[in-house]
């Protein structure tokens, strides 16, 4: 899917309009219905994938274009990384964002630690050179993923803590229940959650 000559101005003018779509919607909160009426809407808006149509072959590859490459890279890019994130009009915050407004302006990424899939880094408290964290971040839906790099790091006798930054957002709050499994998580791995307030 992601071999198409799709030359660099239609991939521009095609991403950006479906990132603000996106936006718009809210799309990390939409349920899988929603996601596949904008996906219809998207193959058929001459805009999208009108403008695709003469480069990935024929209709039915637009969808899984659509799909696997930029909202494949949606989250990350709102976050600043990876090739699409020059297409966000709307960006979310960064990690580093996420790391001053949870643990205070002190704290700083370590250069060249952050790394994907789920989104993190190591990070240190200035003046504090030789004690340094594993932090990572993402949705309370994504808990699964977020622990599970600190319970490979545990197998292996890795010793720095690990935070686990829950992006809480306003429009579609963590619940209390949630926020008890992930106390019970936490406590049971030997890590800390902390929430980050996303407006």
């Known amino acids: 899917m992601t071999d198409y000559k799709i030359p660099p101005a239609v991939e521009k003018a095609v991403v950006t309009r479906i990132y603000a779509q996106a936006d718009e919607a809210q799309w990390p909160h939409l349920q899988d219905a929603d996601r596949t009426r904008l996906y219809r809407e998207w193959t058929e ?6 403008r695709l149509l003469d480069f990935v072959g024929q209709r039915a590859n637009i969808r899984p274009w659509l799909k696997d490459c930029p909202m494949k890279e949606y989250e990350r890019a709102r976050r600043g990384e990876g090739k699409y994130a020059k297409y966000v009009t709307r960006p979310a915050a960064t990690l580093e964002q996420m790391v001053a407004a949870t ?23 200035v003046g504090t050179e030789e004690e340094e964290r594993h932090f990572v971040a993402g949705t309370s ?11 490979l790091d545990r197998s292996t006798g ?7 930054c829950v992006v809480d957002p306003f429009r579609s709050p963590v619940s209390p229940e949630e926020k ?4 019970r998580v936490a406590e049971f791995l030997g890590v800390r959650v902390v929430y980050f ?3």
């Not at 839906?141 to 319970?151: E, F, G």
């Not at 008890?180 to 106390?183: F, T, Y």
């Open 45 to 50: 808006d001459p805009e999208i994938g009108g």
């Open 103 to 125: 643990l205070g302006p002190g704290w700083k990424v370590v250069p060249g630690t952050t790394r994907q899939k789920p989104m993190r880094a190591r990070i240190r408290e």
């Open 158 to 164: 890795e010793t720095w803590p690990w935070m686990i």
């Open 180 to 183: 008890d499994e992930h106390r």
């Open 197 to 199: 307030n996303e407006m």
């Open 141 to 151: 839906a994504n808990l699964k993923h977020l622990v599970w790099p600190a319970i």
